[in-house]
């Protein structure tokens, strides 16, 4: 039965791929309503084969009548396979799994997806709730259903997708020649960034306590009791020490090329009070902060602060939780668009930005996400889903060698994916083994 049991197994397989999917698809449906968001998983197949056979023979004995038209004997044989699996679904409404998806994604996860040449306006667009570049004292937000305004100070027609070097937010009824949404100033910025790549850099260290004055008569005994892998000791200008950490991890800094040089633009960080303060050769040469501009140094570290030396920008990571929302304002705000304009063709948000109007037709474009409505009764593509009695799918997997004409929707689904799968835990998918097979 070796080739029955290895067909079995490979179509499990596509079954729970399937099944992981649709429910992400279903998810990202209920975000565009705005209904509520549930998580489940086909945590197991088990398969069941059976196989029976048998033979049966029949001889004649006694008086045979002649007008019985039957054989004298009689021979069957048989052979059957049945298959009849079982499975079982868990919840992953759990209370670990919400506050994992409801926590900000890690620094470590972008640097993956912009490290595996995903184009970096997608994981920007999707990973970062809002940007605040230098000189700006508000946060741009990346959300379609935003309803403030910006206005662009800096004379251009808006849709030249010209970057915006002079802009403000708008209170209500203040007036502006050339205003547009904020969504749309979000993606602007976005588009002006040069390819930004990660960089890992130590931490810095943080000061324990005030300074003091170091007298060796009183205090050579503290001095040797310091556990060097935890702190050290450090000589201010002023004579005095300071006790310092040791630190053991490492942050994240995004770099930007300039010509033949490269420059830091941001720091990725899960955390409100991460330092702002960064090398400015961390993209060069990974400095660390072993020396800065305090240590009387005779070359000291040039430093870096985020959002306040002109070129860097601050970004603020949304969770798991939000990035699938983002996604189906997305698609809401893109039939919003749609329904509005019926003498213009299907609005779809794109990577670039593309003028909407009629000589324009944007979901040609690369397009972050776009879903396919079809009759219920056609035949269904390999991702879809049936909701509120219409039928809705992605469109059909394919190569993609221009970033800028590309539906990057399967790729869209498959960071999803990738970040829910960070937060599932084993203890929150029961396993019951159980493999049957009945020669």
């Not at 004298?72 to 699996?85: E, F, H, N």
């Not at 040449?117 to 935003?146: F, Q």
Request: hydrophobic share 40%; proline share 8%; net charge negative.
């Amino acid at each position: 039965m070796g080739d029955a049991i290895n067909h079995q197994i490979f179509d499990y397989y596509q079954v729970n791929d399937l099944a992981s999917n649709q429910i992400i698809l279903l998810n990202i449906l209920y975000a565009r309503d705005g209904a509520p968001l549930h998580f489940s998983e086909l945590s197991q197949i088990r398969g069941q084969l059976s196989a029976n056979a048998s033979a049966s023979t029949t001889f004649p004995f006694g008086v045979i009548g002649h007008a019985n038209p039957a054989p004298r004997d009689l021979a069957t044989l048989g052979a059957t396979v049945s298959s009849s699996p079982s499975f079982d679904i868990a919840s992953l409404d759990t209370k670990d799994f919400t506050a994992g998806v409801m926590e900000p994604i890690t620094p470590e996860a972008i640097k993956y997806f912009l490290n595996e040449a995903v184009d970096y306006r997608m994981v920007l667009t999707l990973l970062v709730s809002g940007i605040r570049p230098a000189g700006s004292s508000e946060m741009v937000l990346n959300a379609p259903t935003d309803s403030r305004i910006v206005c662009n100070e800096t004379p251009h027609v808006f849709g030249s997708n010209a970057e915006l070097t002079n802009f403000r937010i708008l209170e209500a009824g203040e007036p502006c020649a050339n205003r547009f949404s904020e969504f749309f100033a979000f993606l602007n910025i976005i588009n002006h960034i040069n390819r930004p790549y990660p960089v890992s850099i130590q931490t810095p260290p943080r000061p324990v306590g005030p300074p003091f004055t170091l007298t060796m008569n009183s205090n050579l005994r503290a001095i040797t009791s310091i556990d060097p892998t935890k702190y050290k000791l450090k000589r201010l200008p002023s004579g005095q020490y300071q006790l310092m950490t040791v630190p053991h991890s490492s942050m994240i800094v995004l770099c930007e090329t300039e010509g033949n040089s490269a420059r830091v633009a941001s720091v990725l960080s899960d955390s409100d009070n991460a330092p702002s303060r960064v090398p400015a050769d961390a993209c060069s040469t990974r400095g660390s902060y072993d020396d800065d501009e305090t240590a009387g140094a005779a070359s000291p570290v040039k430093m870096v602060t985020i959002g306040i030396t002109p070129g860097t920008f601050t970004l603020e990571l949304r969770s798991t939780l939000e990035v699938i929302r983002y996604v189906g304002q997305i698609l809401a705000f893109q039939e919003a668009e749609t329904a509005a304009h019926p003498r213009l063709p299907e609005r779809c948000i794109t990577l670039q930005f593309i003028p909407y109007d009629a000589s324009h037709e944007t979901c040609k474009g690369g397009v972050l996400i776009h879903l396919l409505k079809t009759a219920v009764a056609d035949v269904p593509p390999d991702l879809s889903v049936l909701y509120h009695g219409d039928r809705w799918s992605l469109p059909a997997p394919h190569s993609c060698a221009d970033q800028d004409r590309c539906d990057h929707s399967q790729e869209t689904m498959s960071i999803i994916s990738l970040l829910l799968n960070r937060n599932k835990s084993a203890k929150d998918i029961p396993s019951t083994p159980a493999v049957e097979v009945v020669p």
